[in-house]
């Protein structure tokens, strides 16, 4: 059986190319590989970026459809398909917590459970011709796996209720309009510009990169003062032997 993600070391950038057949509909296979790339990225001191991409036709199409088949067709199946949103749930926040840059290359469909992985992460660029939403409403659900969430704090509560409530599909141009994605290019122009985000971020201190994570999702948090987390992470930096170097770098080149 053909693994349903590859991995490639890139310099201090993972790549994560998702391989499932035909669309990488989510399953508890892609899903173990996906945490186990989540792992290896955040555990690797080497590893500042996890660059998740597809060599499908969609870049994902959410949950597995024949699962969901599968699991209405017994009396136990909502609750294993609720057990399924429920680790796709843990997934997405162990993306968004991790201590790497976390990008997205959309070069295609990302819908539902799709679309919630890349809201998970950092960074989206998409493909102008690529198509992006939440339509769960549509069938009578709710995007389940932490769409309603992430989408209401990137666009607002607005635009979550267009998209969600309206089960609205938008292209990537429409997408970088309404601050889903943070780029859109052409599909021939987005292997490269995306490998090209990925180098620059990954040129950057990983304990810097995950300071600061951490200190915009404090910014989301009523229960953490996102000040205090500022000047407590501040302090740690500032004993870390990566910062010492590349201040005092610096610092020396300014004084010649």
């Known amino acids: 059986m053909t693994a349903p993600l590859s991995l490639e070391t890139r310099g201090r950038v993972l790549v994560a190319t998702l391989a499932r057949p ?26 500042a970026v996890l660059h998740l991409r597809s060599d499908q036709r969609a870049f994902c199409a959410g949950a597995d459809l024949a699962l969901m088949q599968a699991c209405f067709a017994t009396p136990h199946g909502p609750d294993a398909m609720t057990a399924l949103v429920r680790r796709m749930q843990r997934l997405f926040a162990r993306l968004e917590s991790a201590p790497v840059v976390t990008l997205a290359e959309i070069g295609a469909t990302a819908l539902g459970g799709g ?65 889903l994605v943070q780029w859109a290019h052409p599909l021939a122009e987005l292997p490269a510009i995306a490998a090209a985000i990925a180098q620059a971020h990954a040129a950057l201190p990983k304990a810097a990169l995950a300071a600061n994570k951490r200190c915009i999702a404090a910014a989301h948090d009523a229960a953490h003062d996102g000040f205090a987390a500022e000047v407590a992470e501040t302090r740690a930096l500032y004993d870390h032997p990566e910062t010492r170097r590349q201040v005092s770098d610096f610092l020396a080149r300014r004084a010649r």
Not at 147 to 171: F, K, N, S, Y
């Open 22 to 47: 035909p669309v990488n509909a989510l399953d508890d296979a892609l899903i173990e590989a996906l945490e186990g790339a989540v792992a290896r990225a955040s555990d690797d001191d080497g590893i």
């Open 115 to 179: 679309f919630e992985l890349a809201l998970a992460c950092d960074l989206r660029v998409a493909a102008r011709e690529a198509r992006l939403g939440l339509p769960e409403a549509r069938l009578g659900l709710v995007p389940g796996a932490g769409g309603t969430q992430r989408l209401t704090r990137l666009a607002g509560p607005g635009i979550a209720r267009r998209l969600i409530l309206g089960a609205e599909v938008v292209d990537g141009a429409e997408a970088e309009r309404l601050g």
